[in-house]
């Protein structure tokens, strides 16, 4: 237990702790956000026997959850933590009290009095569960490598784990063979005569009624309450991403009006910036994100912050090995994920903990671009994956290099189709609906359900993120909002521009939708085309069973192409991930 707990040090660097049964055992690595933060596991007594929780995440409703406990005639002590007051809670209604928190959470409880393990995971699934049966039970644990460190479970991917772990139509699930992981809005009891599932929640279609004043102000107020909400009680290490766009400028200007009414000091925030590197226009992005941050600073109040990274670091293996182990499976565009993973690790080291972004804003008020091109939202598939076919990769981005052999097994094309009429015979439409309504709406399902943020990177680096954008019941009220009024005034996101107009600078309500920063530093390029033929040139190297030789042998010949072509690039990139993944987690192919 010592050992598997230990892998987990990074997520949680200020406190260890093992609680050992006859039956379950719980290890618990605590990030400290609080001062007075309780450890965990907690663990009490009920009926004789242990009763023993541990809480990740940020569970939301804790106060309420408090008062109701007071109500029952069950009051917690004031510097009870959260673990303490849900397994209180637990213990007085059972499962009935997950609905009443909100925040993102995952919540594990063994009850020893029905030899029982009961989880629960928020609405929005945010914060990671995985669990795999071994012979003696069941093992569990908030990231994949923690399962693996078990004796007794072994790293087999098969043919649905690898199209899994780098295709583009979902984010990368379980992956191993024989994992899986608990779903959002789902609670679970596990015992000896297995298990038992429930959904608690799920996404509604209904009429629109509010008028678009109406709307406007509901989204304003939502996104307050997520704020007052979210906001820890000590802000001394709370700090903030800001790219200038407008989710993390809108989670910018509402948590500085919120810190500056409870007297609190200005927030922090901070920008990622490339040194060396000229900025250029691109199909993703139009402008450079840095002034436009600044410019929120300065209207804001935020004490701001630029860190700039070198694009050649990108590729220092220790950036590589730490964006590995933070995700536990190869990133499909890396230098997009491998910047924002250094700036994470950059944030860190500024003594933050908690950090609030502007996560879910695009699928919330459908600011991506596949969610406003016609072409690609009545695409008959994943729109992301349109796109990605659009710009000639067929089977999605990084997949170019795949050997024939591989990609008939793979058989993305299949994939895709039979996933995509799967997932969109789960939605419900208006009667009034026309065609094009319903695919919006398809459309909106797709990115509310499929796409949860990544907690991992932050975890890694020993930070909670947050984003207070990312609030279920404000992905239910825009689900149903037409999605013609989503571009008001003209322009994409334009409801959640007019919630947040006071707030934030002419400048910044006006701007683009721009994706994360890449860098177009030709000694990137260079660098990368250098990995590559190394690992051509190893014929121990894991991934050559997977890719077309030739095809690699050509394309690293050609260092040029790799300055110039995107999917080039990712193709290499996604190629050095996998080969790392292979071999540093011990993969053992059985496609």
Not at 336 to 362: C, N, P, R, T, Y
Not at 559 to 576: F, G, K
């Amino acid at each position: 237990m010592t050992a598997l707990t230990g892998t987990l040090a990074q997520r949680g660097p200020d406190r260890e702790a093992v609680w050992v049964s006859p039956r379950a055992a719980l290890g618990f690595r605590t990030l400290a956000t609080e001062p007075s933060a309780a450890g965990q596991p907690f663990v009490t007594t009920a009926g004789g026997e242990p009763v023993a929780t541990c809480v990740t995440g940020a569970p939301a409703n804790i106060p309420e959850l408090r008062e109701r406990l007071k109500t029952a005639g069950r009051a917690v002590a004031p510097e009870a933590g959260a673990a303490e007051v849900i397994t209180r809670a637990y213990l007085q209604w059972r499962e009935e009290f997950v609905p009443w928190l909100g925040g993102s959470f995952a919540i594990t409880i063994w009850d020893g009095r029905n030899e029982e393990l009961f989880l629960a995971k928020d609405r929005l699934g945010g914060q990671p569960l995985f669990y795999t049966h071994v012979p003696g039970g069941l093992v569990f644990a908030s990231e994949r490598k923690t399962l693996l460190a078990h004796p007794e479970v072994d790293s087999t991917v098969d043919a649905a784990g690898l199209r899994e772990a780098i295709s583009h139509a979902l984010m990368p699930g379980a992956l191993f063979s024989g994992f899986s992981q608990l779903n959002g809005a789902e609670i679970a009891r596990f015992n000896r005569a297995g298990w038992s599932k429930r959904r608690y929640w799920k996404l509604e279609t209904r009429p629109h009624t509010d008028d678009l004043d109406t709307t406007i102000a509901t989204i304003r107020s939502m996104l307050e309450e997520s704020v007052a909400q979210t906001l820890p009680q000590d802000t001394a290490t709370l700090i903030a991403t800001l790219s200038g766009g407008m989710d993390s400028s809108a989670v910018a200007g509402l948590t500085a009006a919120e810190l500056k009414r409870r007297g609190h000091d200005p927030l922090r925030t901070y920008t990622v910036d490339f040194v060396n590197s000229e900025f250029e226009a691109d199909v993703m992005r139009d402008t450079k994100d840095a002034p436009y941050a600044r410019q929120v600073a300065e209207f804001t109040g935020s004490r701001h912050n630029l860190i700039s990274i070198d694009a050649t670091d990108l590729l220092d293996p220790v950036v590589r090995q730490g964006i590995l182990r933070a995700k536990d499976y190869p990133t499909r565009i890396y230098d997009m994920e491998a910047s924002q993973h250094l700036f994470i690790q950059h944030l860190a080291a500024q003594g933050g903990k908690i950090v609030f972004g502007g996560g879910a804003g695009d699928q919330i008020f459908r600011g991506a671009r596949w969610s406003n091109d016609k072409g690609l939202v009545g695409s008959g598939t994943f729109p992301w994956i349109a796109m990605a076919q659009r710009f000639g990769a067929k089977n999605g981005f990084g997949t170019g290099l795949l050997d024939q052999d591989v990609l008939n097994t793979l058989d993305f094309q299949t994939y895709y189709k039979d996933l995509y009429a799967t997932v969109t015979a789960e939605i419900e439409y208006l009667p009034e609906e026309n065609e094009w309504e319903r695919q919006v709406r398809a459309v909106a399902y797709l990115v509310l359900t499929l796409f949860k943020l990544d907690s991992g990177v932050f975890a890694a680096a020993g930070l909670q993120s947050t984003s207070p954008l990312n609030h279920w019941a404000l992905h239910q009220y825009a689900y149903n909002i037409p999605g013609e009024w989503h571009a008001h005034g003209g322009q994409e996101k334009g409801l959640l521009r007019a919630a947040v107009a006071d707030l934030l600078p002419e400048s910044v309500l006006k701007r683009k939708q721009s994706a994360t920063p890449v860098s177009k530093d030709p000694g990137y390029a260079q660098r990368l085309s250098e990995e590559f033929k190394a690992i051509l040139a190893d014929p121990q190297a894991p991934v050559r069973q997977l890719i077309d030789l030739q095809a690699a042998t050509e394309l690293a010949g050609n260092p040029d192409r790799l300055v110039q072509d995107r999917l080039a690039r990712a193709d290499v990139e996604l190629t050095l991930q996998l080969n790392l993944w292979l071999d540093q987690y011990r993969v053992r192919l059985s496609i």
